[in-house]
């Protein structure tokens, strides 16, 4: 295939974090934007668009270092006369791909006023190389078998890790070259490298971190940012997890005590569900479920833990559901716990993503969390006794042996840039309270909360109110978006048969 290549080159310094670290410095390397026909994903007939590929070092520390390319593609506006000032696209994880999203521009109604630019964070999916772990996804599958003890899980993922390390490390993958510096460092690339001078950010999750550190590192360029269920640098994720997760629980049992239809449906459904979380982890629930891999039946112990995680697993759309389908499950009605569980039977999957997953975690969010605050919250509540709110262990991340992050990397950023942070109200992965104690670091910012809705609102398709309003946004920092769609969003509407 002809490629047609753009590079630029350019001399500067590097900025000292402390003695032992820096910030990668974009102007230390060669970049190129390598122009392709034809992209990962296939693009329905009709939307205009360039595709290729940002090649960038692995490792902007060390000069002799590996050349890596991540998919970008740069989606025409279908307005004849766009705005100058693109949006840069990424979205979470970390290990999510952002490709996906490519063939469905026809709804991304950002298109209507400018370009749309989505690109893949290095170590995706789609990116070269891959940062894949079948080892680990075969792993999880293991450990989450009702047979296998805790310590033969522990011992199932450390392997898995180990010899996910080893295979990348002898593909000359550079482990530690993935992490949120250098992802903020690729975009930063892009945008010179395309000769962009004013552009507006739209992360969801996790890539809000990337939009951090793009704010403070590289702030030049950025018109505004939306920070779609932001994850604050300065939080430690795994020492308040379980505890966010049972506060949005809370949260949406008393909106059902508060609505009269709903209290009178379900009286005292609250105090009625945490007695019996409590009961089921002293004495477990046995559940019966078929292993479709085996054929099968398998018998799980079900604690208040596990349904704990089922809560976490739901949609914005399932919200009005959860005080009928909890007392049901309270009647002896299995279905929705078996469904639940039956997923964790499914043959596992690639591990797409999960190299770079580990890399991120156990460079930058491990290293800052308390052990002790993590032991004391896996048994603080008694509902949920057992679950761990880490997301990787310290065995993992040990063998994992990547280096950990400057100090700098959990300090909040303040900015003066434009910023939306958008919310959803009962979102227990980035609750609203993080968003709310950002929002004083970034002097020009607006905050909004969608009642009853959960984690990524700019995504929530069947309702794109999230989205109108971060384009509205985008037409005008300056303002608070207050669409009349926002304003109309109610309270749930509990389903009570």
Request: glycine share 6%.
């Amino acid at each position: 295939m002809k490629q047609f290549v753009i590079a630029f080159a350019w001399t500067g310094l590097f900025v000292l974090f402390n003695s032992c670290s820096r910030i990668p410095d974009v102007s230390s390397n060669t970049a190129r934007f390598i122009e392709n026909k034809k992209g990962p994903v296939d693009i329905p007939k009709g939307q205009s668009y360039r595709f290729g590929y940002l090649e960038v070092p692995e490792n902007r520390q060390n000069p002799n270092s590996n050349r890596i390319q991540l998919p970008v593609y740069i989606f025409k506006s279908r307005n004849p006369n766009p705005k100058p000032d693109p949006i840069i696209y990424t979205v979470g994880g970390p290990g999510y791909s952002t490709m996906p999203s490519a063939p469905y521009m026809e709804y991304y109604q950002y298109l209507d006023d400018r370009d749309f630019i989505l690109i893949e964070q290095r170590g995706n999916y789609y990116a070269k190389p891959h940062l894949g772990c079948p080892e680990w996804a075969k792993a999880r599958y293991l450990a989450q078998l009702p047979t296998t003890s805790p310590t033969e899980a522990d011992s199932l993922r450390k392997q898995a890790a180990l010899a996910c390390r080893g295979r990348l490390k002898q593909e000359g993958i550079d482990l530690n070259g993935y992490h949120t510096i250098e992802s903020a460092a690729d975009i930063a690339d892009l945008i010179k490298v395309l000769g962009i001078e004013a552009y507006n950010l739209l992360t969801i999750s996790y890539s809000t971190k990337i939009a951090q550190v793009l704010m403070r590192d590289h702030p030049k360029g950025i018109r505004s940012v939306v920070m779609d269920s932001p994850l604050p640098l300065e939080v430690s994720y795994d020492e308040e997890s379980v505890q966010n997760l049972l506060e949005t629980l809370d949260q949406v049992l008393s909106e059902c005590e508060n609505s009269t239809p709903c209290n009178q449906a379900f009286p005292n459904l609250k105090k009625r569900f945490y007695d019996y979380l409590e009961a089921i982890t002293v004495d477990p629930l046995e559940v019966l479920v078929k292993n479709s891999e085996t054929g099968k039946q398998e018998a799980f112990r079900v604690q208040g833990k596990e349904i704990a995680l089922l809560f976490s697993t739901i949609s914005s759309d399932d919200i009005p559901t959860v005080p009928l389908a909890i007392q049901n499950l309270m009647d002896g009605d299995q279905t929705v716990l078996k469904e639940f569980l039956s997923s964790r039977l499914e043959a596992p999957g690639d591990g797409s993503g999960i190299g770079m997953r580990l890399s991120v975690w156990c460079a930058e969010e491990y290293p800052f969390a308390s052990q002790q605050t993590i032991k004391e919250e896996t048994n603080r509540y008694p509902i949920t006794k057992g679950l761990s709110p880490e997301t990787y262990s310290a065995t993992v991340c040990n063998t994992w042996k990547v280096n950990m992050q400057p100090a700098t990397e959990n300090v909040a950023i303040t900015s003066d840039i434009p910023v939306l942070l958008m919310s959803g109200e009962f979102d227990s992965d980035t609750p609203p309270k993080w968003a709310s104690q950002m929002r004083p670091n970034f002097s020009n910012s607006f905050h909004l909360v969608f009642p009853g809705w959960r984690h990524t609102v700019t995504t929530y398709w069947s309702k794109p109110c999230g989205m109108e309003s971060a384009n509205a946004f985008f037409n005008d920092p300056s303002s608070e978006p207050r669409l009349d769609c926002f304003t109309k969003i109610k309270a749930p509407n509990f389903q009570l048969q």
